[in-house]
């Protein structure tokens, strides 16, 4: 075969090849395909109702700071048997009669700052509970008006009690705690306080009465402190004091 002859025949083929489309294999009908499995979501775990549970109570906090002449216009004057710079504010946690949390202030001299905080200390862990707590300068400095109100406080320059000689009070030296039910009684019996007249007696149950030899009495004798409960033919039940006096 010449080459002429060769290229019209390799063209023919060409040309076939092109006009014939390729068989197709015709698709035998089948079902259509499953749907794919769906995994259902699943379903949000409930979240537990959070319930409204106290956070609890504040921790117990004291503050110790240096005392301004301010603060004390009534209890302190010149002339009163520790000098100012030696007092020293105390302000600090304390539990209620309203079972609550509340901040008070008492004054004290500066060498028993660590004991009366050791003692509040306890107190308030106890939920051992106080009326109020505030300087006696909310009274002017008027022992009776303090006690009246049921005011927990510390120090008061002023004589002690029946005496002409210095309370302790006025040292810094000394606590009246819940002074209506804890009362100043006399050896007959008596107190001055009509609001305080039935707790007069000892042991006695009740909110804030201190007792003898009671957890706050071991307190105050675990820092060296005596309690005018203690005390004979007077009591002096709200009274607390270093050392005693």
Sequence with gaps: ???ATGLVMLLATAA???GQESPVASAAPTEPPPAPTQTPAPSPTPTPAVSETPTGPPEFTAEVSRLKREQVPYS???GCPVPLGDLRLITMTYWGFDDRA???????RETVTDDVVAVFRKLYGWRWPIRKMELV???KADDYDSIDADNTSAFNCRQATGSS???????GEAID???RENPYVRADGGTAHRNAKKFTRRPLEGKGVVNPADKVVKAFQNVGWEWGGDWSGTKDYQHFSKGGG
């Design 177 to 179: 705690i819940n002074p």
């Design 1 to 3: 075969m010449n080459r």
């Design 102 to 108: 509340h901040t008070g202030e008492l004054v004290v």
């Design 137 to 139: 300068d909310a009274y």
């Design 16 to 18: 076939c090849a092109a």
């Design 76 to 78: 302190w004057r010149p």
């Design 165 to 171: 000689n210095w309370s302790k009070h006025a040292y």
